[in-house]
């Protein structure tokens, strides 16, 4: 096993446990990222070459971006210290001939929304067709109703969820707001609308996979459209 293979399954590894403890507990510890990242320090100076420090160098530029989108709560810490532990032990690693930059695993991570988006509205539409009134007593416009179907769902008992209604003169409304990942509290109350609290991680571990295998999605697509 060469260095770069040695450097992809501790990447494999290290994203596929955090993303399996973030499902089960949603916290993981700062010592896990510490682990890792001391990894990643150990291998760049047993392998060093100066010819590598550019490119390490450019992976890192995702730093200062993890921790600015970490900061306004768009994700948890825990994904901003993946990214950055990723950049350090991986940098800008591919399998494929195709384009990839530091923001590549962020921005296929990105594009992964749309899994949760598409199972929202068919777990929504087959509750339709099986007759039940999922927006029974809300007093709402058609389009809110439609983009609440596209990000949440009616749950029973909600778990690792927001709440995505609220009640204004005695009648319910979709409250369509974004949650600080890092100081929001989850819903406990049954019968909710809700947003999934999604482990981001695990959408950050298949943006990596598909910079391996394929690299950066957007790139492909707006190559492909300029070359049609």
């Known amino acids: 096993m060469d260095v770069f293979q040695l450097r992809v399954v501790i990447a494999l590894v290290m994203l596929t446990v955090s993303s399996g403890l973030d499902i089960w507990k949603r916290e993981i510890h700062d010592y ?27 992976s890192l530029i995702i730093v200062p971006i993890s921790l600015v989108l970490w900061r306004f ?18 940098p800008l690693a591919t399998l494929s001939d195709r ?3 530091p923001f590549t695993t962020l921005s296929n991570a990105a594009v992964l929304i749309v899994v949760p988006i598409c199972w929202n509205l068919a777990r929504n539409g087959f509750s ?31 778990k690792f969820s927001f709440s995505i209604e609220h009640i204004i003169n005695g009648k319910k409304r979709f409250r369509i707001q974004i ?16 947003t999934q609290g999604i482990p981001y991680l695990l959408l ?17 697509v707006i190559s492909g459209a300029i070359r049609a």
């Open 73 to 90: 709560g768009l994700f948890g810490g825990a994904d901003a210290f993946a990214l950055i532990v990723l950049a350090g032990l991986c």
């Open 204 to 220: 950050i571990t298949g943006g990596f996979c598909i910079q391996l295998l394929y690299g950066d999605i957007i790139f492909g």
């Open 32 to 58: 896990y990222w510490m682990v890792f990242g001391a990894i990643a320090v150990i291998i760049s100076v047993i392998t060093f070459d100066q010819s590598n420090i550019a490119i390490l160098l450019y």
């Open 128 to 158: 339709i067709l099986r007759g039940r009134k999922i927006f029974d007593g809300f007093d709402d416009s058609r389009a809110r109703k439609i983009f609440a179907a596209m990000i949440g769902h009616q749950s029973k008992n909600p």
């Open 179 to 194: 949650h600080n990942a890092e100081t929001a509290e989850f819903c406990t109350t049954p019968n909710t609308w809700v």
């Open 99 to 101: 384009t990839i930059t």
